[in-house]
């Protein structure tokens, strides 16, 4: 076929293009993967008892942001990097600023609390199982968000990946959050980001295989 | 040699061109078919001082950008330099291209050569070694049918559904799976023969 052919074959038949196309494919991915992560974090671990009370503290709300913010600026990646020519660029720095003030705040609370309570206020009750029962939660959202790359057209492939395990670790982690006891801002600073990290390697090694185009 | 170029002509082509796509994806076929065919021109020159050791593969990988491109025409946003969304799919074939072929480092310091796509052109189309039609035999009933009789004979989509038996949308379908599968298909074909 002579390239002037081929040319005639793409541009016949072609009705107008949806211009919201993206920003729908993405939606409907993180809309499903989201009601995944909440209907297995509801059947695999149950909602935690006392929700509506501690959902009125500031403190929830605070660890709700971590993951939130996170979410957010994943999602903002990974509609930059679903996209030809548009680089990460600054997005990926300013993930930074989450991780300081959970970090800062860490400090501080170990800081303030007296010796014995500190391995307490890393550890919970619950550091065996919080990073792996995140990472199992982001299943929904990283299948879904995949998907949506797949029908996109990342080229670089390997950010594009871990941008997209990042954004199903954040959620996986804002559903956790209706079962997670833990109220430490330093176990958040350590077993949440670990739930959130794991994904996004996992989105940077799978990356370059499954999105290529 | 078109390097001369000034920068304000590539600016003019750069919005030229614009205008063109994004009349293109309203749904003027005709402009669209001009934004490709004046696109082949300037990813012609692109690729063959890219693929300066391999000539007679310049049109191939054309023909595949250009597929990429039309695969890919629903991520282009209106506010992004034209230059920049298609230079970003072109140079991302021809490395998904090169490392086929392994030939990544011997080539990389021209893949560093980060010129305007829009100096480059090449007016001169060579004979593709590859031949997409026969690919696109290869394609399932219900992704070729509608690629044939949309694209090559130039029937309508009711049309195309009546003779084929499917429903409008499957057939829509059909053509938007089947070029997608098309481009799965090229890149499988060279990693055979490859072997």
């Known amino acids: 076929m002579k390239t002037d052919e081929l040319i005639a074959l793409l541009a016949s038949g072609e009705g107008p293009v949806d211009r919201h196309v993206l920003a729908r494919r993405l939606g409907q991915a993180l809309l499903v993967g989201l009601l995944g992560a909440v209907l297995l974090t509801a059947a695999l671990y149950g909602v935690r008892s006392d929700l509506a009370e501690v959902a009125r503290t500031p403190l929830y709300w605070a660890k709700l942001a971590l993951p939130g913010s996170l979410a957010l600026l994943a999602l903002w990646l990974t509609h930059r990097l679903a996209r030809p020519g548009v680089r990460g660029g600054a997005v990926w720095g300013l993930l930074g600023v989450p991780l300081l003030l959970v970090w800062l705040g860490a400090a501080i609370s170990l800081y303030g609390a007296p010796l014995e309570v500190r391995t307490e206020l890393i550890f919970g009750r619950t550091w065996r199982t919080c990073a792996l029962n995140i990472s199992l939660l982001s299943t929904p959202v990283f299948v879904a968000v995949f998907w949506a790359l797949r029908g996109l057209a990342p080229t670089r492939l390997r950010q594009a990946g871990a941008a997209g395990g990042l954004l199903a670790g954040a959620t996986a982690t804002l559903a956790y959050c209706l079962h997670c006891p833990e109220m430490q801002v330093p176990f958040w600073g350590v077993w949440y980001l670990l739930g959130m990290l794991l994904p996004t390697v996992l989105g940077a090694v799978l990356g370059p295989r499954l999105l290529r185009w | ?195």
């Open chain 2, 1 to 195: 040699m078109q390097r001369t170029h000034s920068q304000d002509l590539l600016s003019a082509r750069e919005t030229q061109l614009q205008a063109l796509l994004l009349r293109g994806l309203a749904g003027d076929a005709l402009a669209y078919r001009e934004f490709l065919a004046a696109l082949a021109v300037h990813v012609r020159g692109f690729l063959r001082r890219r693929l300066a050791q391999r000539p007679s593969e310049v049109e191939d990988l054309l023909q595949e950008v250009l597929l990429a491109v039309h695969n890919a025409r629903h991520t282009y946003q209106p506010q992004q330099p034209l230059t920049a969304w298609v230079q970003a799919i072109a140079r991302y074939k021809l490395v998904d291209y090169l490392r086929r072929y392994a030939l990544r480092d011997a080539l990389h310091e021209q893949l560093e050569d980060d010129s305007d796509l829009f100096a480059a052109s090449d007016e001169v189309p060579a004979q593709a070694s590859r031949d997409l039609g026969k690919l696109l035999g290869q394609l399932p009933e219900r992704q070729r049918l509608p690629i044939v009789h949309v694209k090559l004979e130039g029937l309508s989509v009711d049309e195309t559904a009546r003779i084929t038996g499917l429903s409008s949308s499957a057939v829509k379908v059909g053509i938007h799976r089947g070029l997608k599968a098309l481009a799965r298909l090229i890149r499988g074909s060279d990693h055979d023969e490859n072997r």
